[in-house]
């Protein structure tokens, strides 16, 4: 049977959808021993079993590859938050959210580290993460000024503490976690939660 223009398309979407993906795992695992400014385009491609100029057909360059990887990270980490957002119990949740925290950390923790390295390397990707930070940081806000006119949270300057605390807890979980995996996440998630409940002084 002669195959069909439509499923000779669809053959080659999966085809350049797996060798994307070959691409982005290859990058992560190599992240996982080999610093990013180490990393070259040749040692991916070695790892991902393609030939290097395949490469360039899928990704402008390494940063660009961090940054799509990155961009799932940031999807579990607004995952992670809206269990607080979205709860009645406000300090029970915090300490449930902070452990789903520490786990993208713990599990990605060389990764980030990797896209705090490329975006070193230009303002593009620094303005990147700063609006990354604030799409993560603005429904955070917007809680705390809802718990603060319930009476729940007792605070001054509600949205640059808040982008501290964010800012933190980044930072935090990053040195905790960039080189080693292996502390439990309830260790950093008590030291945080400490840290947020006296400051925000949830009641």
Do not use: C
């Not at 439509?6 to 992560?28: D, F, K, N, W, Y």
């Not at 390494?62 to 406000?90: I, K, N, Y």
């Amino acid at each position: 049977m002669t195959p069909t223009r439509t499923g000779v398309r669809a053959a080659a979407q999966q085809r350049r959808a797996a060798t994307e993906r070959s691409i982005l795992s290859a990058t992560e695992s190599l992240l996982e021993r080999v610093p990013f400014r180490e990393l070259t385009v040749e040692d991916v491609m070695a790892a991902a079993g393609l030939g290097r100029t395949a490469f360039y057909r899928y990704f402008h360059d390494l940063e660009s590859v961090v940054v799509r990887l990155m961009a799932g990270l940031v999807e579990e980490l607004r995952d992670a938050s809206e269990g607080w957002l979205g709860s009645g119990d406000p300090e029970l949740s915090l300490y449930e959210s902070i452990l789903r925290f520490a786990a993208v950390y713990r599990d990605h923790g060389r990764l980030m580290q990797a896209f705090y390295d490329a975006a070193g390397a230009g303002p593009d990707l620094k303005e990147l993460w700063g609006q990354t930070l604030s799409q993560l940081i603005e429904p955070v806000e917007g809680h705390v000024h809802e718990l603060m006119v319930a009476g729940r949270v007792d605070m001054a300057l509600p949205t640059e503490t808040i982008r501290a605390l964010a800012v933190l807890t980044d930072r935090y979980l990053l040195d905790v976690y960039w080189k080693y995996d292996e502390v439990p996440i309830e260790r950093p998630a008590a030291v945080l939660v400490q840290i947020w409940n006296r400051t925000l002084r949830l009641r």
